[in-house]
């Protein structure tokens, strides 16, 4: 196989994939059919099955695929307290703000929502989203919260209870006004939880 071939093979199914996950955000799993997600892929069923095998299959990978692209997301987020500035308060809030985003956006509560729909049929699903997920971005943030630490910008802790706490503060207020994932939050009021989440974090945690 040529290099140009073997990319156009990957290419067509991340293309399959991303269909997949639209088809069965759209339809639900017991809905969705292959035959629907070949044509939202601009592909011959026969394709689908060439590169996923079968409709289980396919839902698998097109979940953990999503779920990898949240995560780099919120990994990307993260990253922004590498340098945070001379004002820690406001890269925390501004953190804060842009991971509440990517965690309640229309692609991550689908996927919360298909992975906790289809427990019963794939009863490892929900645990293989959350190590792509939440594990992976607690690990993520204890990380920048324990360099904080050590500069002294945070006061001694264990990073990653601190991290747990931080998300917590996040993902509590965020599921109300969501209705756990059933309507959108508005930018406006993720903002709010956001700078209320910060205020909360910082008067636990701040050097003195």
């Known amino acids: 196989?040529?290099?140009?071939?073997?990319?156009?093979?990957?290419?067509?199914?991340?293309?399959?994939?991303?269909?997949a996950f639209t088809v069965f955000a759209r339809r639900g799993y017991d809905q969705a059919c292959v035959q629907e997600i070949a044509e939202e892929a601009g592909v011959a069923k026969p394709t689908v099955y060439n590169h996923l095998t079968d409709k289980e299959n396919l839902f698998r990978h097109a979940v953990m695929a999503v779920a990898d692209l949240v995560m780099a997301e919120n990994l990307d987020v993260v990253e922004r307290l590498r340098e945070p500035g001379d004002d820690l308060r406001a890269a925390l809030e501004d953190v804060a703000y842009r991971m509440s985003r990517v965690c309640s956006s229309e692609q991550a509560r689908a996927l919360r929502s298909l992975a906790y729909g289809q427990a019963g049929r794939f009863p490892d699903l929900i645990d293989v989203v959350r190590e792509r997920t939440s594990h992976?971005?607690?690990?993520?943030?204890?990380?920048?919260?324990?360099?904080?630490?050590?500069?002294?910008?945070?006061?001694?802790?264990?990073?990653?209870?601190?991290?747990?706490?931080?998300?917590?503060?996040?993902?509590?207020?965020?599921?109300?006004?969501?209705?756990?994932?059933?309507?959108?939050?508005?930018?406006?009021?993720?903002?709010?939880?956001?700078?209320?989440?910060?205020?909360?974090?910082?008067?636990?945690?701040?050097?003195?």
Do not use: W
């Open 1 to 19: 196989m040529t290099a140009t071939s073997a990319r156009g093979r990957i290419d067509k199914r991340q293309a399959i994939l991303e269909a």
């Open 136 to 208: 992976r971005l607690r690990e993520a943030l204890a990380d920048r919260l324990a360099r904080l630490s050590l500069a002294e910008r945070l006061r001694p802790c264990d990073p990653t209870l601190a991290a747990d706490q931080f998300l917590a503060l996040l993902t509590g207020p965020m599921e109300v006004r969501s209705h756990l994932g059933a309507r959108k939050v508005s930018a406006a009021d993720t903002r709010i939880v956001a700078n209320a989440a910060v205020d909360t974090f910082l008067r636990a945690y701040k050097a003195d």
